[in-house]
């Protein structure tokens, strides 16, 4: 692995803590309380590497339709994790954000993430993008949404609509493309998943379950990404 390349922002979606927690014999909350750990191996090789962003899926805009015990099992974690890593992600200057829609987020855990954000707003290092609720879809809408409001207001005329005033509505909005996209468990689809801001992501894909994804692993996509060529079209 070169220092040198290591890419700007890293995304992942983080898969397969159900299957990890079943062949333990475990119900699912367990695999995703296993995933935590992974979690925070991860950010603390992306602080090592001097990553700028890392984007992590923790709950798409679709996943409300699990059973109602995982969801609330998920919605308390949150929480949990939270108030316990605070102070870690402060000492390795971490700063926090969130993408996604924060209004259907139960206020336990809404609270919990902009508390978080808050304290963690000073950092200067990583910054880890939690992506809550969100669905590429979904954040694509609300960002037509945002300019057809503007035009209406006659903030934005239609004709100045481009890629990067539309960007500038998503609620990536400020953070760059990113340049690796990681994805465990060996299903080989997005999900919904940064569906604009992945257009020219290197596309990584394991079979490794999230909770087994550890520090090893990552520097083994790293290697990979590092083989590829990105060509954006030209030669
Ligand atoms: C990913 O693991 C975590 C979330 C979606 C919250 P899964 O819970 O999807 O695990 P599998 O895919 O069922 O194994
Ligand atoms: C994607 O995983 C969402 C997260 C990792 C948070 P899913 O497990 O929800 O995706 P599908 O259902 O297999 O496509
Ligand atoms: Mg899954």
């Not at 220092?3 to 299957?19: F, K, L, Y």
């Not at 309380?33 to 890392?54: H, P, Q, S, T, W």
Request: net charge neutral; glycine share 8%; charged share 25%.
């Amino acid at each position: 692995m070169i220092r040198e390349d290591v890419p700007r922002h890293i995304a992942i979606i983080m898969d397969g803590n159900g299957r990890w927690a079943k062949r333990q014999g475990k119900p699912r909350l367990a695999g995703h309380k296993a995933g935590v750990a992974a979690v925070r191996e991860a950010i603390g090789a992306c602080v090592e590497l001097e990553v700028d962003y890392l984007t992590i899926y923790s709950f798409s805009s679709e996943n409300w339709s699990r059973p109602r015990d995982e969801v609330r099992g998920i919605m308390s974690l949150f929480v949990e994790v939270l108030a316990k890593e605070v102070r870690e992600l402060n000492e390795q200057n971490v700063r926090v954000q969130i993408i996604g829609d924060m209004s259907a987020v139960p206020v336990k855990t809404r609270r919990a993430f902009n508390d978080c954000c808050a304290s963690t707003a000073q950092n200067t290092g990583l910054t880890l993008v939690v992506a809550l609720n969100y669905g590429g879809r979904g954040d694509i809408v609300a960002a037509v949404r945002r300019c057809m409001e503007d035009s209406v207001s006659g903030n934005m005329k239609p004709a100045s609509l481009n890629q990067e005033a539309f960007a500038a509505r998503l609620s990536t909005a400020g953070i760059p493309d990113p340049d690796l996209l990681i994805r465990t468990s060996g299903e080989q689809r997005l999900s919904n998943f940064l569906l604009w801001e992945a257009a020219y992501a290197e596309l990584y894909f394991t079979d490794e379950l999230w909770p087994d994804f550890s520090r090893e692993s990552l520097l083994q996509a790293l290697v990979e990404y590092q083989g590829r060529s990105r060509r954006y079209g030209g030669v």
